[in-house]
């Protein structure tokens, strides 16, 4: 249950201002009836007094409409000679142009609350998840490769300098529609990890530069510029709110030259049709943010910044915000290709780096014939640790530029996986035998690896942190993930204590009890944030459970989310609401706090609040008050 509540839309925008006549300002319902006379449309007054009832609370007006009902009553009472309501609300709409901000700040406050009661009156609607079986992406690997096939050999090193010479070794077409979406039913956007095969595979950066060849170290994809400078760049690509044309792109890259307008078309056009496509069919104006200085592209770590928008966009279509998934998709399809095996002539293929120079038509034409063969996707056996994919830093230094595939092992029983959120896994992985490591920043987990032969009880691979649970060999990895005790390390950085997270509440309240914030349910607690702090850890009175605030930093400000650390498998629901103010302006958010092990990088896997830097006072310090519900209050389920 999630709903992001913001200010009242088009409270002072110059667009809620009217272009044209207006009739009376009516009720929605006043609407409908109109639009049933005009159609000739009868009803009994009987059924539509139960139309009536089933009718939802419309929608508060915006501050025009407030301003525009005043203003007619008293013009029609000025101006009896007017031709009537054409006229009143022509005058209306020249007045309301006229008006300054200071005069509007009365019927945008008189708007806001009645917004703000709508707001907490209404109730919270659940988003509708979305199941389809035809596939809707702007993700075209055949677009694209038209426009590669007619660069210049000066282009194409103007490709390599900025760190996409992968690209130029594109050799697919198309996408295998069928694969994309019985993959998108097995990824798993909180765990980052693809569940197949009866395995769950994560995916991490190192994954995309093996997969696709694109660099997963260096720093972060930023946004940066002057607004001026990104003015300059939208008016030179004719970028629009829906999004800059991919035909006006492609038209660029016809030409000859090979300097920085170049450059700079090639990576948006790249950006729009395979990296990181949305949902509009144009390019996202948002990407000239990062392509402002062409000279240090090179130095991003892209293979991040590709996932965390491929996690973003499939969140975003399960919940019902767009109808085509956007994200690299053939990013996934080639990475089931080179995890699956799914023949004996395969298991002896030598690996390629990247793979994206494997799979052509021919290629891939082949893999789904034999997938079909033996019954469909999934039927295959995963290698990836073999392969060195889905193993993070272990696969990626262990990769050549031709590694012979080993014989598949029978794969081994893993216990509880910690969230595989979007970390560089830059910590050290031991060679033991049967030893599985997970990274939480900074945190390590480790847990020992069972290989048992055969079936009977065995006892939960979290035994170490308190569980005492003894099951079925066949039901061990079902049991594990939905275990209370699987493990969950400290959010502090300098603290290595890993244990269960009521262990880890009783360790919080007396190691580091100076070093969060103790809040009581059902109440506002007034939160500041400096410009360094990127996380806050909360502790509720009552019962000690742990909360953590944290704050990202995007193009245009501060994403602001409140998870709630504990396995990722618990069924307690914790409702919160974040509000920012300054002014007259408020934004809102009202959501549920999702259950992480830990800390996560990058853009929050679920819902979050947006605060714009305009809202930060001149220190650059974020004034926010929240306030997380009981889950025993009414409303709050």
Request: aromatic letters at 8%.
């Amino acid at each position: 249950m999630v709903e992001v509540e913001a200010s009242p839309p088009d409270l002072n925008d110059k667009a809620s201002s009217p272009h044209h006549t207006m009739t009376m300002v009516p009720t929605e319902g006043e609407f409908a009836m109109e639009k049933r006379k005009d159609q000739g449309i009868s009803e009994p007054e009987g059924s539509r007094k139960k139309k009536k009832k089933q009718v939802a609370t419309p929608r508060p007006a915006c501050s025009w409409v407030h301003f525009s009902r005043d203003f007619i009553k008293e013009y029609s009472a000025t101006h009896p000679e007017s031709s009537g309501l054409k006229a009143a609300t022509k005058a209306a709409s020249d007045a309301w142009k006229l008006m300054g901000p200071e005069e509007k700040a009365k019927y945008t406050t008189r708007a806001r609350e009645v917004w703000d009661k709508y707001l907490s009156s209404a109730p919270a609607r659940a988003p509708k998840p979305r199941r389809q079986t035809k596939l809707v992406t702007r993700c075209s690997p055949g677009r694209l490769l038209n426009v590669l096939q007619r660069l210049t050999p000066d282009q194409k090193e103007a490709v390599k300098s900025m760190g996409f010479g992968s690209i130029l070794g594109l050799r697919c077409r198309t996408l295998r529609r069928s694969l994309c979406l019985w993959l998108l039913e097995r990824f798993n956007t909180v765990r980052r990890s693809l569940e197949i095969c009866g395995e769950r595979i994560p995916l991490t950066p190192r994954d995309v530069e093996l997969v696709m060849g694109l660099p997963a170290s260096g720093k972060d994809v930023v946004n940066s510029g002057s607004d001026e400078l990104i003015l300059q760049l939208r008016k030179r690509y004719n970028a629009t709110n829906r999004g800059i044309s991919v035909r006006l792109l492609e038209e660029r890259l016809a030409a000859p030259e090979a300097g920085e307008d170049f450059k700079r078309s090639f990576v948006l056009y790249v950006m729009g049709t395979l990296l990181c496509p949305t949902a509009r069919l144009d390019v996202s104006p948002s990407f000239l943010h990062f392509l402002t200085n062409m000279d240090v592209l090179h130095q991003y770590n892209w293979g991040k910044f590709l996932l965390d928008r491929l996690v973003r966009e499939i969140s975003r279509f399960r919940q019902g915000k767009q109808r085509a998934v956007g994200g690299c998709l053939l990013f996934l399809q080639l990475f089931y290709y080179e995890s699956v095996a799914v023949g004996a002539a395969y298991e002896s293929a030598p690996v390629a780096f990247p793979c994206l120079f494997s799979w052509g038509e021919e290629e891939i034409s082949e893999r789904e014939k034999q997938e079909k063969e033996l019954g469909g996707y999934g039927s295959g056996e995963v290698v990836c640790m073999d392969r060195g994919l889905g193993m993070g830093s272990l696969g990626y230094n262990a990769q050549t530029d031709s590694m012979p595939l080993r014989a598949v092992e029978p794969m081994q029983e893993v216990s509880h996986a910690q969230d595989m959120e979007d970390q560089e896994y830059e910590d050290t992985f031991t060679e033991q035998e049967h030893a599985h490591t997970d990274s939480i920043e900074g945190n390590v987990v480790c847990a020992e690896i069972e290989v048992v032969a055969g079936s009977g009880p065995v006892p939960c691979g979290n035994i170490k942190y308190g569980c005492t649970e003894i099951v079925d060999y066949s039901k061990k990895r079902d049991h594990e993930e939905a275990c209370p005790y699987a493990p969950c390390p400290c959010p502090l950085q300098n603290c290595k204590f890993v244990d269960s997270s009521k262990q880890l509440s009783s360790h919080f309240s007396s190691k580091h009890w100076d070093s969060g914030r103790h809040f009581q349910y059902d109440c506002p607690l007034p939160i500041s944030l400096s410009k360094k702090e990127t996380f806050l850890v909360l502790q509720a009175e009552k019962d000690g459970i742990l909360f953590l605030l944290s704050k990202g930093t995007q193009s245009i400000g501060h994403t602001i989310v409140i998870t709630c650390i504990g396995p990722s498998s618990s069924k307690e629901c914790f409702l919160y609401d974040v509000v920012s103010e300054k002014g007259s302006s408020s934004l809102r958010l009202k959501s549920s706090a999702h259950s992480f092990p830990g800390r996560f990088q990058g853009l929050p896997p679920v819902d979050f609040l947006l605060v714009p830097f305009a809202h930060l006072d001149s220190s650059g310090q974020l004034d926010l008050e929240i306030c997380v519900w009981s889950p025993t209050e009414p409303g709050s389920e």
